[in-house]
């Protein structure tokens, strides 16, 4: 079995890449996202974000499976935003931390002085992927994401300056 690598994406991999996520939001407890996951909307917005060159989608890829993708954004200001998820069977082998490292060099390449992110406080697997990469947390949004089941979730703001 080859080992894992990770490169950009391809619109040929938007499919894995859209049920490898509605794999993880079916999860309910990592992700912004909640289900159903409108796939023709995202489908649509991911291809774009391929074709942009202020985004980024990498995928985590072995044997031409999709173990995890990473979405970032550079906004006008120089901040780059991210979004990541791996899937369940596939956590713990070193598949984010690669996907996160290609990210903060990708990040760089296009200019961003900043990566920043926001993590529910329940995820320790997020929380200790991002620490370890440096980042640090910011602050915490308290009580400001509305789900679905009507709790109103925190969120963790961290930060990595890259400056
Ligand atoms: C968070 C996530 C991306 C981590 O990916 P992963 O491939 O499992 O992470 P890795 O195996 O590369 O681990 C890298 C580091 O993350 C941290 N980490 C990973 N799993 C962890 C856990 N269960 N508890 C605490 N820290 C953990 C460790 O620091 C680890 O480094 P180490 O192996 O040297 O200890 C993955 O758990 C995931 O996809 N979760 C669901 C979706 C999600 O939470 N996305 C992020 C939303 S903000």
Known sequence: MAAFEVRPATAADVDAILDLFEEVVAEGRWLGTQAPVDRAERAQRWRAAIDDPRQAMLVAVQDGRV???LGLEVATYGVASLGMAVTR????RGVGGALLAEAIAT???LGAHKVALQVWPHNAAALGLYRKFGFVEEGRLRRHYRRRSGELWDAVVMGLPLD
């Open 67 to 69: 173990l995890g993708h």
């Open 89 to 92: 069977a596939d956590r713990g």
């Open 107 to 109: 990040a760089r390449r």
